[in-house]
């Protein structure tokens, strides 16, 4: 019966010591502070499994164990050309000493306001001693941008770059790192997200913009319409000269045909004057008379004679 009452008094006190908080859980993504009346006792706790505490008077502190992001707002900075831009940027970073972090920024939310501080300080500082074109291209390798004038002029503009956007955002990266393990903080990586003109610079640059587009657009159709009245020119040039050549053959064939013609008729007076006479005067004949038309002629005439002759 001792045995059994003293079990039950252990069981007893076990449960009493979990339901007052002596027992916590930490999984694979958490890690803990343990403080005692404010103050953080022993070694932080970054292993999964069930822990233990005083109850009551210890408390556990949980802290993310993954990687976290940073999305910060939108600065305005003008560069080093004296443009006026808005930078976006993020970072990814994480808890890489808890106890150092509790202690310098308390929570998560301190550390994003520190964060603010820290990367967009760093970001306007590095982003004010570079060109804009620094800035938006990554690559140090000339680019030669060219765009048509017409009449075979061009407009080349030549872009030099001596750093590149890459290698700037790990300029910015590597000063952050210097400063966030201060506060247990490890900053794996940084990136310029978005670059944007101010509001009243973006108007202008996309009425330019329009404004190019509409010359651009323009020229294509002024050379659209060389091209248009060349090819008509030229198949005007060749309708031309087949009408040309068609006519010159239809004259050399009718040449030809009255050649041929005037040969046969000349043969046939030489053979018989008087019948090639009678032939002519029935074309003759033809040409002015109709069926209707009734002819009259004379014993005395030539032609009756011919008509007598050739019946």
């Known amino acids: 019966m001792k045995a059994a009452g ?8 076990i449960v009493l010591f979990v339901a007052s908080g002596g027992v916590f ?25 069930l ?37 976006d940027s993020y970072a990814r970073w994480r808890i ?9 920024m308390m929570n998560e939310m301190g550390a994003q306001g520190r964060l603010d501080d820290i990367i967009g300080g760093e970001t306007r500082v590095n982003v004010a001693r ?4 620094e800035l938006v291209r990554t690559s140090s390798r000339r680019m030669n941008l060219t765009i048509s004038a017409g009449a075979g002029a061009a407009d080349q503009r030549d872009f030099h770059v001596k750093t590149g956007r890459e290698k ?5 990266l590597d000063k952050i790192k210097k400063v966030t393990p201060t506060y247990g903080i490890e900053l794996v990586d940084f990136r310029i997200k978005r670059l944007n003109y101010e509001k009243s610079v973006r108007a202008k640059v996309y009425e330019r913009m329009i404004s190019e587009r509409q010359r651009i657009a323009e020229q294509y159709r002024s050379e659209g319409q060389g091209k248009k009245a060349e090819i008509i020119g030229k198949t005007q040039r060749e309708l031309e000269r087949i009408q040309s050549e068609s006519y010159r ?7 030809k045909a009255d050649a041929t013609a005037t040969k046969i008729y000349a043969d046939t007076y030489s053979k018989d004057p008087n019948f090639y006479k009678f032939l002519k005067s029935l074309e003759a004949l033809k040409a002015t008379a109709s069926k209707k038309q009734t002819l009259i002629l004379s014993t005395d005439s030539e032609f ?8």
Do not use: C
């Open 130 to 133: 570079f060109d804009l074109i």
């Open 96 to 104: 890489s000493d808890p106890l150092k972090f509790f202690e310098t």
């Open 6 to 13: 003293g079990l039950i008094v252990a069981i007893i006190i």
């Open 25 to 49: 859980v930490v999984n694979e993504t958490q890690q803990v502070i343990i403080t005692q009346f404010g103050k953080p006792v022993g070694k932080p706790i970054v292993e999964a499994g």
């Open 304 to 311: 009756y004679e011919l008509m007598k002759r050739y019946k």
């Open 249 to 255: 053959k239809s004259e050399e064939i009718k040449g």
């Open 51 to 87: 822990h233990f505490k005083i109850p009551l008077i210890q408390k556990a502190n949980f802290f993310e164990n993954r990687w976290l992001e940073w999305d910060g707002d939108a600065n305005q900075i003008t560069t080093k050309d004296k443009k006026y831009i808005w930078v």
């Open 168 to 172: 700037i955002t790990r300029m910015i």
